[in-house]
């Protein structure tokens, strides 16, 4: 880790679960179609292992229920959901976020303003 | 599906991963893994080409998993979070105000416990030796075992509050052995007491007038304590000797309401017990009389109404 540049991974990786809750929270989802819509809303730096690892982990936490969805064609897929654990877990994550990126664009823009002085 | 080259790239795959995460304990292993390979065939099945290619080296992808999982250990935190819950809760308990109240208020029980114990310990040891018989919750005086229970139980609570009163020795092993004691009286006074109340009241009456008279009780509307017999026009008949339908006498039992009967003795000087109506007297002394009847007309047979066929000319 001699690297000093910060780049998107190093950041996801603190923001992962809350992504992920956001995730389901819009509507449940299989892993690998967690996987695709986080990168759709942008987050491409996402690795697959990641997300596998963060659902069953936020699953062994209680915070998403999952139940298995039969499938003609293709494997059997395992959807996960929030549950009431999950979504209070997500609205207070939600609001630690938004006083946290809060905080840092303020300091952020200071930084700019000085610089465009 | 095993001839599927997919099905058997997933699975390699996925006995990769779980070889490269050997290390971690059984428990964890499978909360991580269980649809490990439920999942990596949704990948399979939605991209082209192996799994290495679009995941990397399976190495790789379990050390990302261990990070991803391991970032924050959930099931430890769980049970740390439970445990305080629960000490938390007992704290809260042992500091309100009306558990202190409570627990003061438990010493004074004690001399009453002390006299429960002795009646329990006595009732336990009753329903040891009369087995088959029924077991009364007070001890009836005036039977022979009863009395010894009176006795008894007086002992047992002239010992059991002395004991309590002078307390135990300091000895742990003494403490630990009566504790253990109380508690099995209360547990096996506990089930004497639920087998003794399945009797209802009214089968345990039927079975002592069952004891004291050899024959079912006569019911009419109620219990049958006497019975008067009249002739066809009303006269009263004394000393009827009733029997039943297998020829045993006929008895009525008037005990159970308090009257006193005397029978009258036969020549063999057997009382005669079925001989009505019985000479009977109440509590306070004083004769049962006979009570007012209604006898009903009967039909005279100079007014009889109906012709027999016969008497036509």
Known sequence: MQRVEVDNSQFLKGVLDLAVLAVLGEKDSYGYDVVRRLRERGLDSVGDASVY????????AGALNSYVVPSDEGPHRKYYGLNDRGRKTLDQSAKAWASLSGALNQLLNGRSHENGH | MATDPRANDVAAYATAVRTALGDLPADEKTALLEDLEEHLSEIAAESEGPLNQRLGAPEQYAAELRTAYGAAHPRAAKRRVGLQDLRAASVWVSRSSWYREFRAFLPSLR?????????????VLAS????????????????????????ATVVAIVVSVRLGQTGLSRDRGVRILARGLNGAIALFAFFTLASMGTYPSSMVGDAVSQQLTGAPGVYANGPVTNIYAYSKNGTPLTDVLLYDQDGRPLTVDGSATGLSTSYPNGADGQPITNAYPMIQRKPDGTPVVAPRVAIPPWPSPTASPTVSPTAMP
């Open chain 1, 53 to 60: 690892g963060t659902l069953r982990r936020l699953y062994q």
């Open chain 2, 111 to 123: 001399p009453a416990w002390w006299v429960l114990r002795a009646y329990l310990a006595v009732l």
């Open chain 2, 128 to 151: 040891w030796f009369s087995r088959g018989t029924d077991l009364r919750p007070i001890p009836n005086p005036f039977s022979s075992r009863g009395l010894l229970q009176v006795i």
